[in-house]
Antibody, heavy 120, light 109 residues
């Protein structure tokens, strides 16, 4: 069974940093691209970042480019999101998500999310 | 950047109704369009990929159609468990980049 478990969320002041992690199990992690998708309270889904199976290809939303860094450790089946210079508008539930690997880029499994609150 | 516009933003319907949710892309995305369902407090769930292919386990009352810029998600006979928010998503032009529509909330009439 595919499982994605996010951790690392919490409350942080504007301008500070936070590092999210996602522990993956139930599939061959190093065969799949992965994503971070966020959802602000009461709002829709917003893609944040994607990373290829080997980390060679990475993409970011314009809203986080230059502030967030995605990485993966295939030996530990883990995905990470380093978030720097956080803003109040980064407040959201952050989902870790698995690509289906067909080459069409969509999500077939989601974690339950970790909540990030940026507030003074 | 490609924009995805869903309509309506919300709709009220009754159990047994047939409903259509539309998604329009600002550029041609061929059939690279996917649909998700999200219930309150839960993660999204993939329903339809590649415009019209069913994800395993999705009831046959759900169907997807369209290509190019205009797409439709149809629920043929709405069930109580279908009241949720639905999102379309494209990823045609840029690898690893997901663009979501704004969502359509299906509520009880």
């Amino acid at each position: 069974e595919v499982q994605l478990v996010e951790s690392g969320g919490g409350w942080v002041q504007p301008g500070r940093s936070l590092r999210l992690s996602c522990a993956a199990s139930g599939f061959s992690f190093d065969d799949y691209a992965m994503y971070w998708v966020r959802q602000a309270p009461g709002k829709g889904l917003e893609w944040v970042s994607g990373i290829s199976w080997n980390g060679d290809t990475i993409a970011y939303a314009d809203s986080v480019k230059g502030r967030f860094t995605v990485s993966r450790d295939n030996a530990k089946n883990s995905l990470h999101l380093q978030m720097n210079s956080l803003r109040t508008e980064d407040t959201a539930l952050y989902y870790c998500a698995k690509d289906d690997s067909s080459g069409s880029y969509f999500v077939d499994y989601w974690g339950q999310g970790t909540l990030v609150t940026v507030s003074s | 950047d490609i924009q995805m516009t869903q309509s309506p933003p919300s709709l009220s319907a009754s159990v047994g109704d047939r409903i259509n949710i539309t998604c329009r892309a600002s550029q041609n995305i061929r059939m690279f369009l996917n649909w998700y369902q999200q219930k309150p407090g839960k993660a999204p769930k993939l329903l339809i990929y590649a415009a019209s292919s069913f994800q395993s386990g999705v009831p046959s009352r759900f169907s997807g159609s369209g290509s190019g810029t205009d797409f439709t998600l149809t629920i043929s006979s709405l069930q109580p468990e279908d009241f949720a928010t639905y999102y379309c998503q494209q990823s045609y032009y840029a690898p690893l980049t997901l663009t979501f529509g704004g969502g359509t909330k299906v509520e009880v009439k």
